[in-house]
């Protein structure tokens, strides 16, 4: 998948099709009609003109208790014309019916030649989530695919499905030769194909502004740079009717954006402040999402070990994130005025670079002293936040960055860090998070750690003098003085936002997180912020 193409397929091997529960009834009345040996038959028949004949069928198990499992009503039929008892078959696999856990029963048929049988679990969304997911690696030598898992599924249950299906099959290369992957349609059998359309509709636009958002965190550096990602941000906004706007390094110096200024110094790719808007409703709020966007993090003068730096690529994940949730909010109806703000810089060790020491004027005034160059991404935020409480006067704040190392020593990789001082605001950013599947967890603005970035010389150092811990709070701490009395969210993303390796809905790389946590939020009721 190109991440230069804002448009770009979800998935590009995976191909979703609805097909009416009639398919499944005609697969029914085609056993029950056919003789035992007629093994054309006990497929899914021709005769199904629109629906193309599955190689291989996904029928749903859940527990029953007592260590007993049920399978769905196709997968007995399957089975039972080939002779199949399939209850023991799932007893000799020791199956438990947990979500996503996958039985494989070989046909041998000529036309169905697998029988896979997916635990549900609960049936709870985060069951059908994970089961989707679970499901992705077991279709991937096939061309077509019958669900009737997603039969009698609520539309919640459904776009969890679909949107762990999707997700855990995303891909990303830079391999000389392309790899070959057979392309599978996967029929979903479901009871209403119109109102599922909707459904369907809405999980590929999601998932395709998460997918986007990993492009972007998976690029290698040498492919992008802040004024690569202004260029995208255009065309992303010609693409989803949006304004954009660039300010270049001149127009950086005009304003006098210290912080980005400073950070990007040192690098031979100037910085850049990327503001992109989106009308909703004209009484609606307004809401300003900001982004951190280092295209690449040396560390600067205080260089990161060697063994860090090819990770850094991702450290514009914030701005990725920000960047993929406004492509996707035109499609998705959000009613509220989003105007998103993307701090973009290269970080980088030169003669020209920010040294420790020095003292830094960001926009609007304050100043901060330098303590490690390596803090370069509230720097550059300081001047965003500033930028978006004097000039934009948002109703709400909410920015995201991968900011701290202590973030995810705290919450590991599952948890993204919330801070305010908005009990509302945070309530709601968690509740979008447990609904999206990209989690948040609050933690607080403790008061009496802000001494520990006192400055003798400046109005505040950028990062804590006094060796307190709570790397996460008071790099918080310093965002906060820049957003003045705003409503104001902050999100360090630096633990979920790249995954070591594969698990669940998240692929090895960059994961996109953020994406359907910002989407959940701005779809709901804005008096309910």
Not at 84 to 105: F, N, Q, S, W, Y
Request: glycine share 10%; net charge neutral; hydrophobic share 45%.
């Amino acid at each position: 998948m190109s991440g230069s193409d804002p448009k770009s397929a979800v998935v590009p091997h995976l191909k979703l099709q609805l097909v009416s529960l009639d398919v499944l009834q005609a697969l029914s009345v085609s056993n029950a009609d056919s003789a035992p040996n007629d093994r054309q038959s006990s497929g899914l028949a021709a005769s199904v003109s629109d629906v193309a004949p599955p190689e291989v069928v996904v029928t749903s198990c859940a527990p029953l208790g007592d260590g007993e499992v049920t399978a769905a009503d196709l997968g007995g039929r399957l089975t039972a014309d080939l002779g199949i008892d399939l209850a023991r078959r799932l007893r000799r696999a020791d199956a438990t019916g947990k979500p996503g856990e996958v039985v494989t029963v070989d046909l041998e048929d000529d036309t169905t030649e697998t029988l896979l049988v997916l635990g549900l679990g609960d049936g709870s969304v985060e069951s059908c989530r994970t089961a989707g997911a679970k499901l992705a690696s077991h279709i991937e030598r096939a061309s077509v695919v019958l669900c009737d898992v997603t039969a009698a599924m609520s539309h919640a249950e459904l776009a969890a499905f679909c949107e762990g299906l999707l997700l855990a099959s995303y891909r990303f290369s830079r391999k000389s030769v392309a790899s070959r992957e057979r392309k599978v349609t996967v029929q979903l059998a479901v009871a209403g194909k119109l109102s599922a359309r909707k459904v369907l509709n809405r999980v590929t636009t999601t998932v395709q502004a998460v997918s986007l958002a990993r492009d972007l965190g998976n690029r290698p550096s040498n492919e992008k740079n802040p004024q690569w990602l202004a260029q995208l941000a255009v065309k992303t906004g010609k693409a989803n009717g949006l304004r954009v706007r660039v300010i270049d390094e001149a127009g950086l110096r005009k304003g006098k954006f210290g912080g980005l200024l400073a950070v990007g110094a040192g690098s031979s790719q100037p910085p850049r402040l990327i503001v992109m808007d989106y009308r909703g409703e004209p009484t609606a709020p307004k809401v300003v999402l900001v982004g951190k966007g280092i295209t690449f993090d040396s560390g600067g003068l205080s260089l990161k070990p060697a063994d860090g730096m090819p990770l850094m690529k991702t450290d514009m994940s914030g701005a990725g994130t920000v960047l993929a949730t406004m492509s996707a909010l035109r499609d998705l109806g959000v009613t509220a005025n989003v105007t998103a703000v993307l701090a973009c810089a290269e970080n980088m060790p030169s003669g020209s670079a920010y040294r420790p020491g020095d003292v830094v004027r960001h926009y609007g005034g304050r100043t901060s002293e330098v303590l490690n160059t390596d803090a370069e991404g509230r720097m550059v935020l300081a001047d965003a936040l500033a930028y978006a409480n004097a000039r934009l006067r948002p109703d709400v704040i909410v920015d995201l960055a991968t900011l701290t190392g202590a973030a995810t020593l705290g919450l590991s990789r599952q948890y993204g860090a919330l801070f305010s001082d908005d009990a509302g605001l945070a309530a709601r950013l968690v509740a979008a998070g447990q609904e999206s599947a990209d989690k948040v967890w609050r933690l607080p603005l403790v008061p009496e750690y802000r001494a520990a970035l006192d400055s003798e010389i400046a109005d505040i150092s950028h990062v804590s003098r006094e060796n307190i811990g709570g790397g996460a709070i008071t790099a918080a701490l310093f965002l906060e003085e820049f957003v003045g009395n705003r409503r104001w969210a902050h999100l360090d993303i630096a633990g979920p936002a790249r995954a070591e390796k594969a698990s669940g809905d998240k692929t090895r790389g960059a994961t996109g997180f953020g994406v359907r946590l910002l989407l959940r939020w701005l779809q709901d009721a804005p008096e309910l912020w």
